[in-house]
């Protein structure tokens, strides 16, 4: 499975920004699709998730101002980020699970750097 996101960028304060994922190769029929982030000098940490028949799960630090969804084919994976904080500040990664796998993650996608600064 290949996961290619995009939509990172420099948000000021109280902005949106929309991540995007696509899903490629042998993709599961039964999946979870989502969203970890990774802040300079801290671990990993989950965002969001969705799987394949839409149920979610959204951390409470975000919870509010970040929507998750996908897409008709399933296989795009969207992250709507509202009302922007500095703390929000994070490379962005998609991630990919097939249900039956017991990792917490089976593939990442490559990042995307999501800066918010005045």
């Known amino acids: 499975v290949q996961l290619q996101a995009s939509g990172g960028g420099l948000v000021q304060p109280g902005g949106s920004l929309r991540l995007s994922c696509a899903a490629s190769?042998?993709?599961?029929?039964?999946?979870?699709m989502g969203w970890y982030r990774q802040a300079p000098g801290k671990q990993r940490e989950l965002v969001a998730t969705?799987?394949?028949?839409?149920?979610?799960n959204i951390v409470g630090s975000v919870k509010g101002r970040f929507t998750i969804s996908r897409g008709d084919a399933k296989n795009t994976v969207w992250l709507q980020m509202n009302s922007l904080k500095a703390e929000d500040t994070a490379i962005y990664y998609c991630?990919?699970?097939?249900?039956?796998?017991?990792?917490?993650?089976?593939?990442w996608g490559q990042g995307t750097q999501v800066t918010v600064s005045s």
């Open positions: 991630s990919y699970k097939n249900w039956a796998s017991a990792s917490e993650v089976d593939y």
């Open positions: 190769g042998s993709i599961f029929a039964i999946n979870v």
């Open positions: 969705i799987t394949n028949t839409g149920a979610t």
